[in-house]
Nanobody, 119 residues
Framework: QVQLVESGGGLVQAGGSLRLSCAAS????????MGWFRQAPGKEREFVGH????????YYGASVTGRFTISRDSAKNTGYLQMNSLKPEDTAVYYC????????????WGQGTQVTVSS
């Protein structure tokens, strides 16, 4: 029902910034929240943060708190992940995910976008 398309990944030097976008499309878009996750090769998937769609309230994982900011543009059905003060350990594939009010789990995922931070 909902398709997510991510963009904005790339190569950046340590200390730099990137902004990822997650555009949702489909006939039905009634989100409870949109989440962001990341996974590096050989590592487990890590929770980055999420945003409650109706209120805009955000929550973050400990490793990114104070550096990353999640936001959304409801009119565009698009979420954003602003990443500042990037570190080499932030290198990973980043995924956005969608959870509908009717669901108690994330049911739609983006294709992933590579973020590489060089030292």
């Amino acid at each position: 029902q909902v398709q997510l398309v991510e963009s904005g990944g790339g190569l950046v030097q340590a200390g730099g910034s990137l902004r990822l976008s997650c555009a949702a499309s489909g006939r039905t878009f009634s989100p409870y929240d949109m989440g962001w996750f990341r996974q590096a090769p050989g590592k487990e998937r890590e929770f980055v943060g999420h945003i409650i769609w109706s209120s805009g309230k955000t929550y973050y994982g400990a490793s990114v708190t104070g550096r990353f900011t999640i936001s959304r543009d409801s009119a565009k059905n698009t979420g954003y992940l602003q990443m500042n003060s990037l570190k080499p350990e932030d290198t990973a594939v980043y995924y956005c995910a969608y959870r509908a009010y009717a669901s108690n789990a994330f049911g739609s995922w983006g294709q992933g976008t590579q973020v590489t931070v060089s030292s």
